[in-house]
């Protein structure tokens, strides 16, 4: 199955892994945690064939440590609402959304945000990189954060960051769900 849904699917997506589910799961409803990863490259190759269709090239001199203390802020449960767009989510969602993992990591060529949480508003991750790569280049402070997860709306948000460089990297999902395998 996994084999068959990658051969007719597009380039830029993959299947690492297919599984029979019961009759009542459903692949968004169901899951219970996603995990995301955003790319930004710090180095001119950013600019190559090779790299700039997936990461995000930011060539100024980033405080890397403003980065680790943003995405310190963030796990834990708050309400996004200045992290998503306006409208999208029905009038009595509450915007609150469980953070379980949030860093930044070093990796060749430049930076990779990781964030796993229950669940995500649209734009969310977009505009929380956006957001922290504003505080890393120095156009705000790292209170910032603390501040817009306690904002009503997204009205003071940075803009978010470019959609190319953003990857849903896994869904999980509960074990019961799942057909014990022949």
């Known amino acids: 199955m996994r084999r068959a849904l990658n051969a007719l699917l597009p380039d830029d997506v993959w299947v690492a892994d297919a599984h029979a589910m019961r009759d009542e799961f459903h692949a968004r409803y169901s899951a219970t945690a996603r995990g995301y990863s955003y790319y930004v490259g710090t180095d001119e190759e950013t600019w190559s064939p090779f790299r700039r269709r997936t990461e995000w090239g930011v060539l ?16 834990g449960e708050h309400a ?31 930076l990779v945000f990781e964030i796993e949480a229950n669940r995500f508003l649209h734009h969310m991750v977009r505009f ?23 904002a009503p709306d997204n009205a003071e948000v940075s ?4 959609a190319h460089a953003l990857f849903l990297d896994r869904v999980c999902y509960p074990p019961e769900l799942y057909l014990a395998e022949a």
């Not at 100024?60 to 796990?75: E, G, K, S, T, W």
């Not at 953070?99 to 060749?108: F, K, L, P, T, V």
């Open 60 to 75: 100024r001199p980033l405080a890397r440590d403003a980065l680790d203390r943003a995405a310190a802020c963030l796990p």
């Open 80 to 110: 996004f609402r200045a992290f998503a767009v306006r409208g999208t989510a029905p009038p009595n969602d509450d915007h609150r959304c469980q953070i379980r993992r949030a860093e930044w990591r070093d990796r060749h060529g430049g």
């Open 128 to 150: 929380l990189v956006g957001t922290m790569m504003d505080i890393a280049l120095g156009r705000r402070p790292i209170s910032d954060v603390e501040r817009l997860l306690a």
């Open 159 to 162: 803009p978010p960051a470019p």
